[in-house]
T-cell receptor, first 113, second 113 residues
């Protein structure tokens, strides 16, 4: 079955630590996105990538980094520079050049301990 | 800032009644709108979409209405069931918007028995 997989489902980070969230898709989608969701809030765009080896900052990129070395993978690193990283992180993918909606992963809940 | 928003953070309805969830958008350049359903701890799921050249679109038990004059989008759910309990988001895609969809803050639909 085609889909988009995020791992881990739950992640705990100590102060000053970098952590990486995984996002893998086998839908042959060109575009991939990372969103952050806080309680009672909508989804805010962190980074997006329309093609391999290229990515752009979204609305809240500070304290985050990404890579897009493969079409299937778009990992997100939450760095120590992100002062308030506790949130629910969602990865999505879509066909580039279309206006169809996304396919979302099931999310990773990151908590600072 | 966000260009898509919702009127109510929470909506409570009786089981079997019809639900109407509203969304206001401010970007008149948007050409495509989507409604997503998000259950607790999961990623959003596509419900229904509509292009800006349409006023109404129907799916199974759901109808989306688009009023471009007042920049208003609504989702109607017929005969609401317990399984409809979730947070509902509207999203817009702006013409030429390479950064994908912009999401509203969401409405939590609560089903009363």
């Amino acid at each position: 079955d085609g889909g988009i997989t995020q791992s881990p489902k739950y992640l705990f980070r100590k102060e000053g630590q970098n952590v990486t969230l995984s996002c893998e898709q086998n839908l042959n989608h060109d575009a991939m996105y990372w969103y952050r969701q806080d309680p009672g809030q909508g989804l805010r765009l962190i980074y997006y990538s329309q093609i391999v080896n290229d990515f752009q900052k979204g609305d809240i990129a500070e304290g985050y980094s990404v890579s897009r070395e493969k079409k299937e993978s778009f990992p997100l690193t939450v760095t120590s520079a992100q002062k308030n990283p506790t949130a629910f992180y969602l990865c999505a993918s879509s066909m580039a050049g279309t206006v169809r909606g996304y396919t979302f992963g099931s999310g990773t809940r990151l908590t600072v301990v | 800032g966000e260009s898509v928003g919702l009127h109510l953070p929470t909506l409570s309805v009786q089981e079997g009644d019809n639900s109407i969830i509203n969304c206001a958008y401010s970007n008149s350049a948007s050409d495509y709108f989507i409604w997503y359903k998000q259950e607790s701890g999961k990623g959003p799921q596509f419900i229904i979409d509509i292009r800006s050249n349409m006023d109404k679109r129907q799916g199974q038990r759901v109808t989306v209405l688009l009023n471009k004059t007042v920049k208003h989008l609504s989702l109607q759910i017929a005969a609401t069931q317990p399984g409809d309990s979730a947070v509902y988001f509207c999203a817009e895609n702006r013409i030429g918007g390479a950064d994908g969809l912009t999401f509203g803050k969401g409405t939590h639909l609560i089903i009363q028995p």
